[in-house]
């Protein structure tokens, strides 16, 4: 897409709309996943989940660092280098939690480029926990904690248009590799408000039920963002892949009566993408009745490569 040249909007790109793993994932043989192997016409291949947003269209700030940061540049000339002998576009990363799927693709950020990293105290302090995390020399990556429900103003460090980023927090839990240790799940899973001029998105990668707070906040959206893990709860259970339900993982299902698609509707939101899709989830076949019944509903399925300017 080339920008509009209207000075200062909102820029979204998503650089991958699937769920930890991607689509497919290395291990799965489903008949979902089978289409994304041998790349069956509907069966779009997906990186894991992060959004680049702009208010320039020039300085970009990432919502999550997948572990396919590489690939993902790649496919984005928006995220290459643009002057000098070392330059990045990004300015700032800010993650919605500790996953692995959300912060992996810092490793790929490490050669002695400035930025800052916005996070959550208990983000921080489990990325602190880790040694192979000090690649990320402090002197470069200011490590900057996220406060709930106050906003930041995130400027380019050559004076660009701020944008505006509040953290919220919703349901969820405890990333996967520290279920064992027992922690509180507080602060591990956010949402995001971005906006720039009054124009604004939300991000919610990752969400475990929807509660009467949450749907207020999302009434009369512009954009928003949604987790769409799985289809059903039982999902994986059904096809014998696994025996977590998306409950146990943290997720809410896009169907049945407590779902994504239920519990969102008529809030009014003008524009609402299911992202973070499993490699299970019928949404990433073009042609399946869900897929069908979900555009119904007035829900778009976000897809590498996706572009929106608010
Ligand atoms: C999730 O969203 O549930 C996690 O990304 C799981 C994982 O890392 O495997
Ligand atoms: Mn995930």
Same mark, same amino acid.
């Given at each position: 897409?080339?920008?509009?040249?209207?000075?200062?909007?909102?820029?979204?790109?998503?650089?991958?709309?699937? =769920?930890?793993?991607?689509? /497919?994932?290395?291990?799965?043989?489903?008949? !979902?996943?089978?289409?994304?192997?041998?790349?069956?016409?509907?069966?779009?291949?997906?990186?894991?989940?992060?959004?680049?947003?702009?208010? %320039?269209? #020039?300085?970009?700030?990432?919502?999550?660092?997948?572990?396919?940061?590489?690939?993902?540049?790649?496919?984005?000339?928006?995220?290459?280098?643009?002057?000098?002998?070392?330059?990045?576009?990004?300015?700032?990363?800010?993650?919605?939690?500790?996953?692995?799927?959300?912060? =992996?693709?810092?490793?790929?950020?490490?050669?002695?480029?400035?930025?800052?990293?916005?996070?959550?105290?208990?983000?921080?302090?489990?990325?602190? %926990?880790?040694?192979?995390?000090?690649?990320?020399?402090?002197?470069?990556?200011?490590?900057? *904690?996220?406060?709930?429900?106050?906003?930041?103003?995130?400027?380019?460090?050559?004076?660009?248009?701020?944008?505006? #980023?509040?953290?919220?927090?919703?349901?969820?839990?405890?990333?996967?590799?520290?279920?064992?240790?027992?922690?509180?799940?507080?602060?591990?899973?956010?949402? &995001?408000?971005?906006?720039?001029?009054?124009?604004?998105?939300?991000?919610?990668?990752?969400?475990?039920?929807?509660?009467?707070?949450?749907?207020?906040? &999302?009434?009369?959206? =512009?954009?928003?963002?949604?987790?769409?893990?799985?289809?059903? %709860?039982?999902?994986?259970?059904?096809?014998?892949?696994?025996?977590?339900?998306?409950?146990?993982?943290?997720?809410?299902?896009? =169907?049945? /009566?407590?779902?994504?698609?239920?519990?969102?509707?008529?809030?009014?939101?003008?524009?609402?993408?299911?992202?973070?899709?499993?490699?299970? !989830? *019928?949404?990433?076949?073009?042609?399946?009745?869900?897929?069908?019944?979900?555009?119904?509903?007035?829900?778009?399925?976000?897809? %590498?490569?996706?572009?929106?300017?608010?």
């Amino acid at each position: 897409m080339s920008w509009p040249n209207d000075g200062v909007g909102l820029r979204v790109l998503v650089l991958g709309a699937a =769920a930890g793993g991607g689509f /497919p994932q290395w291990n799965c043989r489903t008949p !979902n996943s089978q289409g994304g192997w041998c790349q069956h016409p509907g069966f779009r291949r997906g990186t894991q989940a992060s959004l680049a947003v702009s208010a %320039d269209g #020039v300085n970009w700030i990432l919502l999550n660092a997948s572990p396919d940061f590489r690939q993902q540049i790649l496919a984005t000339p928006a995220l290459w280098p643009q002057n000098g002998m070392r330059h990045s576009p990004i300015t700032h990363v800010v993650l919605t939690g500790g996953e692995i799927d959300q912060v =992996a693709g810092l490793w790929s950020m490490r050669e002695r480029q400035r930025f800052q990293l916005w996070a959550h105290p208990v983000v921080l302090d489990s990325l602190g %926990d880790n040694p192979l995390f000090d690649a990320l020399d402090p002197h470069w990556v200011r490590r900057c *904690p996220l406060a709930l429900d106050e906003p930041v103003l995130l400027s380019s460090q050559h004076g660009g248009p701020e944008l505006s #980023v509040t953290a919220f927090a919703v349901p969820g839990k405890v990333p996967l590799y520290l279920e064992r240790r027992g922690c509180s799940s507080e602060g591990f899973t956010l949402g &995001l408000e971005v906006s720039v001029n009054g124009r604004g998105l939300t991000f919610i990668p990752g969400c475990a039920h929807i509660t009467a707070n949450l749907r207020e906040r &999302l009434r009369n959206r =512009a954009l928003v963002f949604f987790e769409g893990t799985l289809w059903q %709860d039982d999902e994986l259970v059904q096809l014998g892949v696994s025996d977590k339900t998306a409950q146990r993982m943290g997720h809410v299902s896009v =169907a049945g /009566p407590d779902g994504v698609m239920a519990s969102l509707q008529d809030l009014n939101i003008a524009r609402k993408i299911l992202i973070h899709l499993n490699t299970t !989830n *019928p949404l990433l076949n073009a042609g399946s009745p869900e897929h069908a019944h979900a555009v119904g509903q007035g829900w778009e399925v976000a897809y %590498d490569g996706m572009e929106i300017c608010l």
